[in-house]
């Protein structure tokens, strides 16, 4: 896993609430055996129309809009385990996925891939939606060390909450398989001092 | 005073190692393995030159990508037919049980592990597959994991959890004529949102819980999910030993005895703390059905769809019905469906398949709505042609097909086209999740099987 570093990004915007792992990367494009290449189809259906041509009016296919920070609504990567939405979004450039509420499964999914979930307010999240209408190059920090997701330009910001296990574990990109593997020893004492295997 | 809840027992009893300010080192009793969310994690095994730690732990089948004619035959498609093969050459060569396609025991993930009785209360259960919180209705901690939780519980038998909160859902009191499982999960979702579960692992407890029949609980802790929550349970009770006893991989005999007495301790104390508290009342609930593109958006059959939104903003609620083709206020009753589809780990057991079977019974389904029927697995499929149900499902005009999750996720060629309608059995009307543009209402067996016979969505009770 890359370490993650401060990113100062403009930001990329869906202010739709409930996007589930189906919209992220629908299920016909879990074909694949290997890890990459799914960013190219994040977000297919609504990217694309039934011609396979981008559809205009979609945030990533507007010009000039780019970004390491992807902004959505809240309840953001419900639905299905697949960690295939967590590639594709890493994979299409972002690093930061800001929303008001995350599925558990996907921000584990997230956290395991380096891909910084952050969690701001109701009131912090429209905030940032409306800046970035009226101004869509607004740049924002991602300070991990701080915990701190600001406005670059005025400085203020919120700060948002993350174990210290996942923040030692990005900040130095650690692996946690890493991690449970230098474990093993308790694990099999656990194993052996069972009274039963279920 | 003891105050520790079913998931407390559970939970700690399978802690190796708490790291302080992190999550736990949970002891992972069993994991079920499929196609499309394990290659890269065997991939990442070899990569660090590892095996998998508990091979007798861990129990693989082909379900999500299969196709559900033909079965026989090789897959058609190309990227499917590698995904498939992919795990066959994974399993041997990491030495782990695969039920393949053509095995009598082959099936979708969650109908196979409990009808063998691999799933077993008190067990900590993982899958890369958000279902399986289906085993939750053993009294077991089941939850779904990304595939870099797949490789560490293949390489470890372990995973690194934070621990949720507990939440309880208690529905008492009687249930109502066509009212079934489906209905119960559907209406608790819709009172509580399609995230009101997050950060929780609930306990569903109550009277009208503990009048149903297994396959019945799966259903509920199935959808669990839906509402955001890791995971559900329900405190194993008789009607979970006698469904355990006798099944090929449970314990038999003296040992059956002795693991029946330790699955009686696990209930939650009678003073047990939860972090929220909920109660349904069972007469409240009717036959549901959905209208919009998350499970939390649905409502009584008999009421029409709300009129503006009820936990979402405006917009996301007016792009909801625009995609699904509704208006706000509208009735559903009497809605032409061209598309019924009955299965997934939801609804696609044996007592689904003979309830649907009752039902339509020298009855015909509508001549413009296909109706598909898969069974949740070939020992559902055998069950049924034992008893005559394919039958009985195909006089009605059914298409009785073979085991897999088909339409649920159309991963596979059974795809709802484009704009059409489907009643459906499943766990997810989300956009586009039954094919590019499908519409998707999601109810119970009974529901699907009236509205096949109709060719319109239809209130169960008429005919009760």
Redesign the interface.
Known sequence: MEKFVTIQSAAVTL????I?T??II???F??????TGFGENLFR?WRYN?ADEPNADFVLNQPGVKGSILVA???FG???????A?WAIYDSGFRVVVSS?????FK??AL??GLLPVQVSDHFLQAIFWEVKRKPDTEFEVNLEKQLFSFARLKAGEEFEI????KTCLLNGYD??D???S??E??ER??NERV??? | MNRSTLFDKVWDAHV??H?P???D?L?I?QHYIHE??S??AF??LER?G?SVFRKDRTLATAD??VPTIDQHLPIKEA??R??VE?LTENCEKFNVELFGLGHKYQGIVHVIGPELGVT?P??TIVC???HTSTHGAFGSIAF??????V??VM????L?Q?R?KTMKIEINGELGKGVYAKDIILYIISKIS??GG??YFVEYAGSAIRSLSMEARMTICNMS?EM?A?GGMIAPDETTFEYIKGRERAPQGADFDE?VA?WSSLVSDIDAEYDEVLEFKAEEIEPMITYG??PGMGVKISENIPVSATD??K??FT?SLEYMGLEPGQSLLGKPINYVFIGSCTNSRIEDLREVAGFVKGKKKAEHTNVWIIPGSKQVEQAAIDEGIDQVLKEAGFEFRQPGCSAC???NEDKVP?GEYCVSTSN?N????QG??ARTFLASPLTAAATAINGQITDIRDYL
Request: hydrophobic fraction near 25%; glycine fraction near 12%.
């Open positions: 202010p739709i609430e409930n589930d189906d919209q629908p299920a016909r879990l074909k694949a055996t290997d890890r259906d039934e609504g809240r309840n419900c639905g299905s385990s697949r960690e295939h967590a509420f995350f599925a558990d499964i584990n999914n395991n891939n174990g210290a296990y996942h946690n398989i991690y449970i593997l474990r093993k308790s694990i656990f194993e039963r295997a279920w | 190796v190692e790291i300010d992190g999550p080192i002891y009793d499309v969310t290659p890269q991939t990442g660090r590892l999500h990508n990227l499917s590698h995904q992919k077993l008190g067990m890369g597959d958000s779904g994991i990304g595939t870099s939780e490789e560490m390489g470890t038998q372990c690194l934070n949720p399609a995230s997050t950060g999910i955001g890791r693991a330790y593109t998350n979402s903003s917009e996301s792009k996720l159309g991963m484009k997810r989300f956009e586009g999740r590019p543009g």
